[in-house]
């Protein structure tokens, strides 16, 4: 893929991302306020990694576009470094949405006791430290850099391949393998939920029982949460895979296509993400509406302002806005 072919879509695929994140961060700070949900703060801080993402996304467009250039090593490697963290931030926030989701099902009547304001911050500081550590390991530690002559910043040109290997073994699919144990463990815990209402339905004790509404919210988060470790693992297992392959082996994969292709792919589970909480989610979709409507009041009140028009010293309004305001 040609360099400006390549950054062009890469500056689409940015905008979109942030664009995107940042209408779903500001419905979901209008529904903390409301609700005051903790577990919202999980959906939060992924919609704001996601919207990092994107933004250190658009100094890779600048490299596309100004090539060839011959930056500095140690400029490579802090932007990459940027990205990775980034990258990993959205990961981990998966992975603490699974796991909110999890103890909510898992423990309903104690949840909202084990789940207090400060053991959110403490998770999501300790997520970010974690991604800052995971992103900046090579910084830390120059073994774990490259030293080639770089024509533009790449993954591949700045990082060793030993710490490649331990990105992707250590971090992805240990990610991966929790998603899908604490899904497997969220089915079996509706099914459960789903025979002991059957069970006491037949006895004709129905009325005693746990409402139906607490397995339809139990299948409702298991559906979120299996839509987001699919399209998570569709994005990002290609790229990790055909990445372990060439550093394994370095003639085996070109290079070339795990960076134009099979990483922006993974970098579309950022535009994903939003999208999909607010089509599944539907307090967020009623939000997104309400925040579309109250925009478009606003438009129709400053058009209206617009119909006044100025004589000498004195604003006075013509027919037409006479007649719309009738």
């Known amino acids: 893929m040609a360099g400006s072919a390549l950054g062009a879509i890469l500056a689409v695929l940015a905008s979109l991302i942030i664009t995107a994140n940042a209408l ?8 903390i306020q409301k609700s005051g949900s903790k577990g919202l703060y999980f959906v939060l801080n ?7 993402v994107g933004f ?10 100004s090539q060839p250039f011959y930056p500095p090593q140690i400029f490579c490697v ?7 963290s980034s990258s990993a931030a959205s990961i981990l926030s998966l992975t603490l949405i699974a796991c909110d989701r999890h103890l909510a099902i898992r423990k309903p009547f104690h949840y909202f006791q084990l789940m207090t304001g400060l053991r959110v911050g403490v998770h999501l500081a300790g997520l970010w430290l974690v991604a800052a550590i995971i992103g900046f390991l090579p910084v830390l530690t120059p073994g774990f850099q490259k030293v080639t002559h770089l024509e533009k910043c790449s993954i591949f040109g700045v990082f060793h391949p030993t710490y490649m290997l331990t990105v992707f073994c250590v971090g992805f699919f240990p990610a991966l393998f929790l998603f899908i144990y604490l899904y ?15 069970e006491v339905e037949q006895a004709g004790l129905a009325g005693a029982a746990c409402p139906p509404a607490r397995t339809t919210s139990d299948m409702k988060a298991m ?6 470790i699919g399209c998570f693992t569709l994005s ?32 579309g589970n950022s535009l994903l993400n939003p999208l999909l909480y607010s089509f599944w989610q539907r307090d967020v979709r009623l939000q997104l509406s309400q925040l579309a409507v109250g925009m478009k009041r606003i438009l129709l009140h400053w058009g209206d302002g617009c119909c006044f028009s100025s004589r000498g010293t004195k604003s006075v309004p ?5 007649q719309l305001q009738h």
């Not at 992924?46 to 990092?52: E, K, R, S, Y």
């Not at 802090?78 to 990775?84: A, E, N």
């Not at 013509?318 to 006479?322: K, P």
């Open 78 to 84: 802090l932007r990459m470094s940027f990205v990775t």
């Open 24 to 31: 779903v961060v500001i419905a979901l700070l209008c529904l």
């Open 223 to 228: 559906r979120t949460v299996a839509v987001l």
């Open 184 to 198: 497997c463990d969220m089915l079996k815990i509706a099914s459960v939920h789903v025979q002991h209402i059957q």
């Open 318 to 322: 013509t027919v037409s806005c006479l």
């Open 236 to 267: 990002w297992l290609p790229f990790f895979v055909a990445s372990i392959v060439q550093t394994v082996c370095s003639e085996c994969f070109p290079t070339r296509v795990i960076e134009n292709y099979l990483w922006l792919l993974g970098l």
């Open 46 to 52: 992924l919609a704001v990694a996601d919207a990092m």
């Open 56 to 65: 250190t996304v658009t100094g890779l467009v600048m490299d596309e576009f």
